[in-house]
């Protein structure tokens, strides 16, 4: 089955404390995306990559850093994570850019 | 700011009926796609349409596109129950890079 799974799901935590969120897909696409989602504002995308090795940011790059060492995976990194990064997060991918994204579940990030 | 932006922010009408959303957006675009979200959860992917298409239709769904004004709308006709969502138009700017831009999204209730 095509997925694109994250983990984890849901997270407390507190400020400063380095976190990752994991997105891996299993359709090989070169494609992959963070977004982040909150009220009255829709998603904005973080950063995304076009294939290993190769990313970019998005609109909202500030305070997240990501990689791509396998055209698998596509982990987010909050190296000091701060109260206004509570949100939910989306990784999704797809086969190339510009084409139908599929999307995990998300994950929602709580930072007191 | 958001290159997409849906109209109205909010949708409530009696199963049965047509329900149509806009999407606006600011600069060329390489297509615009439409996408599905239930309750917080991921998005799924409605319809693609290109910069040079005016219509499409895909089962109850007609996304037209209007590249002069700048602008897409979402009919969904005969509307259902399950159909309540909140609904994201998707542009893939055609101005360098490779960014998708989703507007903040139309929830649209239908009441059984």
Known sequence: EAQVTQNPRYLITVTGKKLTV??????????????????????????????????????????????????????????????????????????????????????????? | SQQGEEDPQALSIQEGENATMNCSYKTSINNLQWYRQNSGRGLVHLILIRSNEREKHSGRLRVTLDTSKKSSSLLITASRAADTASYFCATAPNTGGFKTIFGAGTRLFVKA
């Open chain 1, 22 to 112: 994991t997105c891996s897909q299993n359709m090989n696409h070169e494609y992959m995306s963070w977004y982040r989602q909150d009220p009255g504002l829709g998603l904005r995308q973080i950063y995304y990559s076009m294939n290993v090795e190769v990313t970019d940011k998005g609109d909202v790059p500030e305070g997240y850093k990501v990689s791509r060492k396998e055209k698998r995976n596509f982990p987010l990194i909050l190296e000091s994570p701060s109260p206004n990064q509570t949100s939910l997060y989306f990784c999704a991918s797809s086969d190339r850019a510009n084409q139908p994204q599929h999307f995990g579940d998300g994950t929602r990030l709580s930072i007191l």
